[in-house]
Structure formats: C-alpha cells, structure tokens
C-alpha cells in the first residue's frame, strides 16, 4: 500500500523543499497551495520524476468549506500517513498600526487552517491508530519579532495546539510535533534588512528549505517512534 503525505502550503520555499523531501523518501504527495498554481504543477512534475503521484488541492486552508470540498471525497478511501500543516502568510506592521484584516488574516491561515486541515484527518488517524502530524511554526512563536505581533501569536499558538493534541492522541500512535524554522532563504525574507538579520545569526548564515525539509523526513521516520510532542528549532542559533 502506498504511503501518503498532505503538505499545505506546498508549491514553493519550505512547503516545496517538504514536498521534494517526503517524494524522494518514497511518499505519494498531496499538494495544496492556494494561487500559485504555476509553481505548484512545477513542483508536482519534480515529485512525479521520482516515480511518485501528486494530487494538486487548490484551497485556502482558512475557508473551511473550501477544505472540506477537497479533501472529504478523497478521505472516504485514503488517509494521509503524515501531514505537514506548513501554510502561513506574514502581515507585518507595527502592532499599533496593525489594520484588523493584518490581524485575522495571519491568525485564520495559521490557527484556523490547522484546525479545518488536520481535525478530518487526525479522525482517520486515530481510527488507523497510526499517522504523523508536523506543523511548521516559526522562531516568531518561541521568542518574538517586533513588527510581527500578528505572525508570533499565530506561530506561538501552533506550538500550543500541538503539544496540547500530542497528548490527546499519543494512545493512538498518531505523533506529533513542531518545527520552528529561523531566517531561511524564501520569499518571505526577501524583503528584509539581511545584513542586519545576519549578524544576530551564531552560524552566520541563512537557512536553506532543505535544511527544515531534512528534519520533517526525520520526523516521518522509523527512527522518530519515541517523539512526540516537540518544538524543534532550525535557526542557525538564533534562540533555543
């Protein structure tokens, strides 16, 4: 039987490094992004060079209906071996200027969109009495960013909910845990003052997606069966 892995957020930076990864380690991927359907149909021809199947799942992880539509067909008769809940967009601004749309938007793609995702799916897994659950969260979550006020409540409040479901589903076998990635090399970053993020870096480098995609493929792995419940930070350094 094929082994599946959902990744939100997939078609590009750390969600297509995750994609790239669990493909190569011999995983069939379904795939869901929200716009970029260009860079999804990229990624999703890498995954079947590799000798792999990629369901494309165009939905907004915060719309709750759009999830559903997508996924309760196809969880009639497959569930996902692992889910990386990786999608999350940035609104930053200064918090005394932050608009109520900067607000909910960041906090209902990352709180919300972990819920309308893995609460179908963790039903299966308890049900399978099997499965992996790895939320990408941030350094934003663990120490705070000024300007992203928004951005760390969402990733603080994703560490929360997956130690809290950690423990309610650790009877089933289901295991899961967090990453929080630093300052890595994505789009989300591009726009920042590098020279000054670089010097609060010990390693004196930026991250890779492959560097966060390496851990996830641990994660999923036989050699991960004692873990669960974890933060696990990626960051060159930064915080610990």
């Known amino acids: 039987m094929e082994s599946i892995a959902l990744v939100t957020g997939g078609s590009r930076g750390i969600g297509a490094a995750i994609v790239r990864q669990l493909a190569t380690d ?8 929200q716009k970029n ?26 719309d709750e209906l759009q999830v559903s539509s997508h996924l309760d067909e196809l969880l009639e008769s ?20 932050m608009s109520g749309e900067e607000w909910d938007a960041v906090i209902s793609t990352s709180l919300r969109g972990f819920y309308n995702v893995t609460r179908p799916i963790v039903q299966k897994m308890i049900h399978r009495r099997k499965g992996r659950i790895i939320t990408i969260s941030s350094t934003s979550g663990l120490s705070g960013v000024p300007g992203q006020v928004n951005y760390s409540a969402a990733k603080a409040g994703l560490i929360g909910a997956s130690k809290a479901l950690a423990l309610e589903v650790a009877p089933r076998n289901v295991l899961v845990n967090a990453i929080a990635p630093g300052f890595i ?24 997606p492959e560097d966060v995609a390496s851990l996830v493929s641990f994660l999923c792995s036989p050699e991960s069966d004692y873990i669960t419940g974890q933060v696990f930070a990626v960051n060159g350094g930064v915080y610990s």
């Open 185 to 208: 090399e994505t789009e989300m970053i591009s726009n920042l003052p590098l020279d000054q993020i670089l010097q609060r870096i010990p390693l004196g480098r930026l991250g890779k």
């Open 37 to 62: 359907t260009k860079n999804a149909e990229i990624v999703a021809k890498e995954v079947r060079k590799l000798g792999r199947e990629c369901e494309l799942l165009q939905f907004d992880v915060s």
């Open 26 to 33: 011999g995983y069939d991927i379904w795939l869901n992004y």
């Open 78 to 97: 497959k569930c996902p071996d692992v889910l990386v809940n990786n999608a999350g967009i940035s609104r930053d601004t200064i918090f005394a200027l």
